[in-house]
């Protein structure tokens, strides 16, 4: 059923040109905000939360832009199954690579971190070939074996090294042969099982990974910030901000608490472009 699906819908439709996947974006919208909303009440309830201040008018406005967006992002992942390199380059660009050339030239490893915030399936895409490390990817793999697959050979068909989360700490411990970028997502939902920096995050009480901040210590790598900019439609633009080079002299909880902040600004000033359909706020203290 799987490779039905893939062979017969998803990969057809990812060869339609933009103008044509924009106009099944703007009727999937009437879909899944109008007819079956698709996870409404989540992201209603998120949004309430993060913006207590904001009226249920304002809230609404929120969420009907950020199904907009959300519809986009999903056609604009289904075209990652056939976009060309310099389909993929011309759409995502970084404003200044030269913040990670200067750390390439000293032949030293960085780690990049950001959320799920615009379009990082365009990013995870084109940043290979933009950057001059080596990039690696760390991911979850999906539960169904084919779509697996599928979505590691479109991310990484274009360089990006991906590694799943029980690869990384044998990943950082490998010598390389050339200096390697690796990209956290920081801004999902702990389990129970790890230990966690706890902070207020969009108003709330908010649990956050320390693999960022535990690998930097551990190997001594500068730690950049990766946003993500939404130019217009379909086109995305990147801007690297340094949280710190030299982590072993930072506090407990400090590189964290700077990501965090980096991605809740963000959030703030177009909180549409993230991810609110995520049950981000799921562990509790």
């Known amino acids: 059923m799987s490779k039905l699906l893939f062979y017969i819908l998803i990969k057809p439709i990812s060869y339609l ?9 703007d009727i999937l919208f009437i879909i899944i905000f109008y007819i079956i909303p698709y996870r409404k009440k989540v992201v209603i309830n998120n949004l309430f939360n993060a913006f207590p201040k904001k009226s249920s008018q304002e809230i609404n406005q929120l969420a009907r832009n950020f199904y907009c967006h959300l519809c986009d992002l999903v056609v604009e992942s289904i075209k990652l199954f056939s976009i060309s390199e310099a389909e993929a380059i011309k759409r995502f660009r970084f404003l200044n690579p030269e913040l990670l050339q200067k750390y390439y030239d000293q032949g030293k490893d960085v780690i990049l971190v950001g959320g799920h915030y615009n379009n990082w399936e365009l990013l995870a895409v084109a940043i290979n070939n933009l950057v001059p490390h080596q990039c690696v990817g760390i991911y979850t793999p999906l539960s169904n074996p084919f779509f697996e697959k599928k ?5 990484s068909k274009y360089g990006l090294k991906m590694i799943t989360k029980r690869e990384v700490p044998s990943f950082f411990a490998e ?3 050339e200096p390697q970028a690796t990209i956290f997502g920081a801004d999902q939902s702990p389990t129970y099982s790890k230990k966690v920096y706890w902070t207020t ?9 320390l693999g960022t901040e535990r690998f ?5 790598l500068p730690v950049i910030y990766c946003s993500i900019n939404k130019d217009k439609r379909g086109f995305y633009s990147s801007k690297f901000t340094l949280i710190t080079e030299t982590p072993k002299t930072t506090n407990d909880g400090e590189i964290t608490q700077m990501h965090t902040s980096a991605l809740e600004k963000q959030i703030i000033q177009k909180p549409e472009f993230w991810l609110w359909t995520h049950k981000r706020w799921k562990r509790k203290r």
């Open 17 to 25: 040109p933009y103008r044509i996947l924009y106009a099944i974006s």
């Open 151 to 155: 979505m590691k050979l479109s991310r």
């Open 175 to 177: 010598k390389h042969n």
């Open 216 to 220: 930097s210590k551990k190997y001594d």
């Open 201 to 209: 995050f969009l108003n709330q009480d908010t649990a956050v990974a």
